[in-house]
């Protein structure tokens, strides 16, 4: 896992000058609210029924699996719009085809409540949602709190929430962009070093066990020792104990899906570098920026800087980071320079992204900050309740980390 210092390092802080009120989060699943705001609402007919539904303690997917199992349908019959943890009590809509909504209201699922259902005539997709309303309790702030967070939030609601996609991307060992870089150099030795891991990144001491064997050339050993639930480091291990440095061939048995949020950890960890090199003028344009306009996400190039820097000051646009691929648009100037940089010092350049096998990487544009909105804020005693909207794809984390101060 990456530790705070780290976190702090790659993630720098847009009011670093103000310091954090401390705190923990996500203490119960009441002290974490996500209500999701949809695009559109259901027309009432078709043969689609959107269900909102309102879940505990388990990821959109596993609620997705046992509505499919309640309901005798395929899980691929479902849609969603976002994807949501498991920590906390989240409120979202899911489509399921050719059920009524009165069965959809008879449901019994664990860790799930049917709170609405109503026809609509499209299946639900990724991305039809404008964002996401939180409600996020903080206990255990510090005295100072009370004088501390207006003046953190004023800054973020006038220059924008760092669009940071943040340490939750990168896995369980804080590694996963690493292993997603390997795989576009096609160096499958580290890939394979990568995906088994570090033993100082995990806390279970066989586990660390079986990573030691493995860098000590033990493969039999490790393969023993390794957790049953880390289910592709073992297929990889059985195979190189069978093939031993067949790299390749071995990283081969890992799933297709986990390949493809490797490369996507990689693209999230190499924009985050490009939000931290212009956080301290995260809400100034450069000449040669692609601006992203926030009403629709469309890019243009900005040739001077000074003419459009008023549109930056109102949130109508902002300027936009590189979530590289082998066709992502890029900027000029010194702008493009930067970014070059960026990929220079991950030893990557964007034809790499150009893999094979279903996972080609084309790349976008993603706006270095986003307009937080219904920012509110209360204390009592030493807790700090705080309220606000982010648009979809933007994480809490990067709004709560600026007045925690603490990851």
């Not at 609405?116 to 510090?142: C, P, Q, Y």
């Amino acid at each position: 896992m990456i530790e705070a210092a780290e976190a702090k390092h790659i993630h720098p802080y847009l009011t670093s000058h103000i310091p954090g009120i401390g705190g923990v989060i996500k203490e119960s699943p009441e002290d974490f609210q996500v209500i999701e705001v949809p695009s559109y609402l259901p027309c009432g007919s078709g043969e689609h029924c959107y269900l909102t539904i309102e879940k505990s303690g388990i990821t959109t997917l596993e609620a997705i699996h046992r509505v499919a199992v309640s309901l005798k349908v395929p899980e691929r019959d479902i849609g969603y719009a976002g994807m949501k943890d498991a920590v906390g009590i989240t409120r979202q809509v899911i489509s399921v085809q050719w059920v009524t909504p009165e069965k959809a209201l008879s449901l019994e699922v664990d860790g799930v409540k049917v709170l609405a259902a109503e026809r609509h005539s499209n299946k639900l997709k990724v991305g039809h949602l404008k964002g996401n309303h939180f409600r996020v309790v903080i206990r255990d702030v510090s005295n100072m709190a009370s004088q501390l967070v207006p003046r953190i939030l004023e800054i973020l609601a006038t220059r924008g929430v760092p669009n940071y996609f943040g340490y939750q991307r990168y896995g369980a060992q804080g590694n996963s962009h690493k292993i997603g870089a390997a795989m576009l150099r096609r160096d499958w030795r580290e890939c394979v070093d990568q995906l088994i891991g570090d033993p100082g990144a995990v806390r279970d001491e066989e586990w660390s066990a079986a990573i030691c064997s493995y860098q000590q050339g033990e493969l039999s050993e490790a393969l023993r020792l390794f957790p049953h639930h880390c289910r592709s480091e073992r297929e990889v291990l059985r195979r190189l104990v069978a093939r031993p440095e067949e790299y390749e061939k071995a990283f081969s048995v890992v799933h297709p899906r986990l390949k493809k949020l490797y490369l996507s950890a990689t693209q999230s960890f190499l924009f985050d570098q490009a939000v931290a090199r212009r956080i301290d003028h995260i809400d100034s344009l450069m000449t040669g920026d692609l601006a992203c306009k926030h009403i629709n996400g469309a890019c243009f190039l900005v040739e001077d800087a000074t003419l459009e820097q008023g549109r930056a000051v109102t949130f109508e646009i902002s300027a936009s980071g590189p979530m590289f691929g082998c066709k992502m648009k890029n900027p000029e100037g010194a702008v493009l320079e930067l970014e070059h940089h960026i990929l220079e010092q991950a030893e990557l350049v964007q034809s790499l992204f150009d893999m094979s096998g279903g996972l080609r990487m084309e790349g976008e544009r993603r706006p270095l900050r986003v307009p937080p909105e219904d920012l509110s804020w209360s204390a009592s005693g030493d807790i700090v309740t705080v309220e606000f909207t982010l648009p979809k794809g933007s994480y809490a984390t990067s709004l709560l980390r600026e007045i925690t101060k603490t990851f």
